[in-house]
């Protein structure tokens, strides 16, 4: 069964542009969350989605979206970007609820200059 | 709030050594416990999982062990090697959302040397 897949690997943009990242989950999974991981923060939960339904939110601005397509794949987009979202966005699935395995994709690494 | 906590934050051992990786939570409902190892720069890899009415969990060379009354759990690497150098992580779901939301702890940098 393939893994978790995320689209692009590596991106560089600029302050100011949007960019959007893509997550195939593992065939079958309903739920996708995205996080944001950095060295001084670890960590973070974006948000998630189930049943292309936004589930859960985490702490970040407006400028982070998300959704979810009928076939569960997702989507993230951050628009006007900062500096500060220099960051590896990672995406997880797993099939319906909290107990059980999160799968993790190998993430998309952003680079803002 | 759920707080996650690792401890030591980086770790060297000489390979062949036994270890234990230690993660304490402040909230004790919690749903299960996962442990992860990230390779510098790439994902997640998932390694065990421990519901929250298990004790334990072995997958090969690794044990994980909950004891949620006193809000730990610890990674028992047996028989340590150079291949097992990663950062290790845990998290818990948050148990008042119905979703898989995940606190991670910030991780324990393990280093086996040959």
């Known amino acids: 069964k393939a893994g978790v897949t995320q689209t692009p690997r590596y991106l560089i943009k600029t302050r100011g542009q949007q960019v959007t990242l893509s997550c195939s989950p593992i065939?079958?999974?309903?739920?996708v969350s995205w996080y944001q991981q950095t060295p001084g923060q670890g960590l973070q939960f974006l948000f998630e989605y189930f049943s292309e339904t936004q589930r859960n939110k985490g702490n970040f601005p407006g400028r982070f979206s998300g959704r979810q397509f009928s076939n569960s794949r997702s989507e993230m987009n951050v628009s006007t970007l900062e500096l500060g979202d220099s960051a590896l966005y990672l995406c997880?699935?797993?099939?319906?609820?909290?107990?059980?395995?999160?799968?993790f994709g190998p993430g998309t690494r952003l680079l803002v200059l | 709030k759920q707080e996650v906590t690792q401890i030591p934050a980086a770790l060297s051992v000489p390979e062949g050594e036994n270890l234990v990786l230690n993660c304490s939570f402040t909230?004790?409902?919690?749903?299960?416990l996962q442990w992860f190892r990230q390779d510098p720069g790439k994902g997640l890899t998932s390694l065990l999982l421990i519901q929250s009415s298990q004790r334990e969990q072995t997958s090969g060379r690794l044990n994980a062990s909950l004891d949620k009354s006193s809000g730990r759990s610890t990674l028992y690497i047996a028989a340590s090697q150079p291949g097992d150098s990663a950062t290790y992580l845990c998290?818990?779901?948050?148990?008042?959302?119905?979703?898989?939301?995940?606190?991670f702890g910030e991780g324990t940098q393990l280093t086996v040397n040959p």
């Open positions: 998290a818990v779901p948050l148990k008042e959302t119905s979703g898989s939301r995940l606190t």
């Open positions: 065939s079958g999974h309903r739920s």
């Open positions: 997880a699935s797993s099939l319906m609820t909290v107990q059980e395995t999160q799968y």
């Open positions: 909230d004790s409902a919690i749903y299960n």
